[in-house]
């Protein structure tokens, strides 16, 4: 690199293609396997192809971050491009935020309008006559129009213990931000290494809850909008968790090798507002999906 | 205008701490670009990614024009042709589905990376790897789009809308690859969109304040902050219906509970900002150029940074003015229609200050300045035109009518694409270093102004007269006119092709471009010499 670059810009890199061909496979895969399914009962070719992409987005991921580590090991970075990379962040975040308001906004729609209007209420008194007359309206909805009946899952209980991990996760990951910026290296890594386990503990917690509401409340995927609305809310945020927990054992793995100092620590910063926007979603969904 | 105080503004004063040691020598000092196909694979470099964003748009601009063709021809004469109503389906959800996010958007995407840089007096983008990512999802994701075509069963044939129940209960196989290609062309308009708003936001030259930045540069700033607020948005809906089509959700189906409705009113939240996303990086290449040609500084500056702000911020609010005939209560009808008609506010000063740009000014009129002139004058119709739409009572008529394409003809071509063309003619010396062919391009505008005009103008008619949208037959009575239509719609595909060739010659050679080649031409990009370094702005330029 020229040392009249002040903004570092990095030379040609392979790592984007080899991060498109991995979409691409992942995304031609699943899109033949999911119809192949519906068609035949069963998978075909297709769920190779997503694994095979699978596999080079993983490839990719470790490898560009190993690139991009490296680059700040060195000193490449200045504050200018540490700006770049906080403000991209907090982009992508709102970016999920808004993915979660599609489904938060699916949610309100159904509680508010589309299930009392089937009911009746607000003057369509005769899509409730016409269609499914027998049709109650309520949340949640354990019998649908067409007749499938479910059982609705409990707030306290497991979802209440979630509850607590992931709040008390926050506070410890917090803590270990202000270790970090102390220099005090040994409380980092503990405190750490306890929002990590935290994490482990919901999502074993979480997938104890979906073979419970699978086998003991016969609530699935399947069951009306109250369990696609639970499904796919609590299942997106279930993936968000598993990503944000990879990406704190990193962190970790990052610290052990000396990686971080007070004031620089792009990562870490960027790791933690991650863990604190999912967080943020779980005490929504908290509240909307369980409690209310 | 006065020299900005570095010392006032945080961003500048540390661009302009790291710059002191070096000196200004250095304008495309080192590197040139690298030779063969890898060079535009592993690129990381703005302009290249641009180019390829440039070609890959003028790319599907053909294929989606193909597909426009075949609908023309089909729709020549009424009764069946050509081509099965099934086929017919495939073509106009396509030809959309391409239009939009393959042609359009990242068009603008490329005249962002090329330009937002160099006005700015920015080195590069701020994510120069994810910059390429960014890019090459894009041609993977129309493949598999293309590619789905030739499925068994067909491509998506419900609309580029894809409303529920079509696209979840009658739709075929190939909906899952549907719904993984705009995944993906979601992910890549995000990715350029955050690199857009923090080069923005991060990499001005010192001096260069939010109200010195060229309008291109504000409106993509506001556009850049839609896409990242509308894509996801964009995403739930497609995995919605890929849920209730393949795993038993049921979302859009009244039998579970959900609603078909629904699905529209999440389409739309996206779709109306999309239709400024389409929009606004168009009003910034027309504030460009007006001034350039009428040597004149732009009337009423700030107003027009006001206005995109405010037409941002309204289309949030109007979403429901698609779906009138859908059924809501009478308050949601009343609401969207005033908010909807509140649009016409900002986009009327915007056209004002457009024409009063021009007033008394010393007009000339290159290539550039033709292209938005016909912009201003014909994205205003299309702007009246959806006034009409706006008003709800009259929507009961027009809707899903040929007049609703006519609407949406006039501001996406004469828009959009009019406005990129005008781009394309303004900047091509800065990319190129040639000039091109004026009478060329002067033969293709004529030509494309006219023919488009015999394109999409009868369809206002057509609709009013009660002719459906999205269908492979009609009534005799509409005869007459269609064949007038068609004609228009072979004539404005064949002079494209005018186009083609022109921006070929002009990449291929030409009269040696000047730095500055356009005497009323302001901005950063012309300080630099055309063609533009490999590398512009290593150093940032002081901004007075």
Redesign the interface.
Known sequence: MSTHEHYYVPAQSGWPIVGAIGLFLIAFGAGHYVAQIDTYGHGGWGIYVLLAGIATILYMITGWFRTVINESMTGLYSSQMDRSFRQGMSWFIFSEVMFFGAFFGALFFIRMFSVPWLGGEFHYTSTHEFLWPNFVAEWPLVKTPKGDTTQAMPWHGLPLYNTIILLVSSVTLHFAHVALEKGKRSALKAWLAATIVLGLCFLYLQAHEYIHAYTELGLTLESGVYGNTFFMLTGFHGLHVTIGTIFLITLFIRILKGHFSPDKHFAFQAGSWYWHFVDVVWLCLFVFVYVL | MTTANPQTNETVE??HE??VE?NHD?HG??EQP?KGI??W?????HKDIGTLYLWFSLTMFFIGGAMAMVIRAELFEPGLQLVEPHFFNQMTTVHGLIMVFGAVMPAFTGLANWLVPMMIG???M?????N??SF??LP??F??LL??LFMEGGGPDFGWTFYAPLSTKYSG?????F???I??MG?SS?MG???V??TI???RAPGMTWMKMPLFVWTWLVTAFLL??????L???V??V??D???????FD??????P??FQ??FW?FGHPEVYIMILPAFGIVSAIIPAFSRKKLFGYSSMVYAVASIAILSFVVWAHHMFTTGM?KVALLFFMYCTMLIAVPTGVKVFNWVATMWKGSLSFEPPMLFAVAFVVLFTIGGFSGLMLAMTPADFQYHDTYFVVAHFHYVLVTGAIFSIMAAAYYWLPKWTGHMYSMTLAKWHFWCSVISVNVLFFPMHFLGLAGMPRRIPDYNIQFANVNEIVSIGGFAFGLSQLLFLALVIKCCRGGEKAPAKPWDGAEGLEWEIPSPAPY?SF??PPEVK
């Open positions: 540390t661009i790291e710059t070096t250095d000092h080192h690298p890898m060079r694979i592993l690129t990381t470099n920015a080195p590069d701020a994510l120069p790897r994810m390429n990512w090459w999802i993977f994701a493949l598999i590619s789905s196989d190939s909906t899952a690859l719904v993984f290609a995944h993906i992910i995000i969109a955050i690199n708003i923090v936001f991060n990499l990242i607020a509308v894509m996801p948005v995403a739930g809906a995995t919605m890929l849920t089509k393949f795993f038993g959700t049921s979302f009244a039998a579970g509970g959900g609603d409705v629904m009113h999440i939240f209560p590398h290593t150093t």
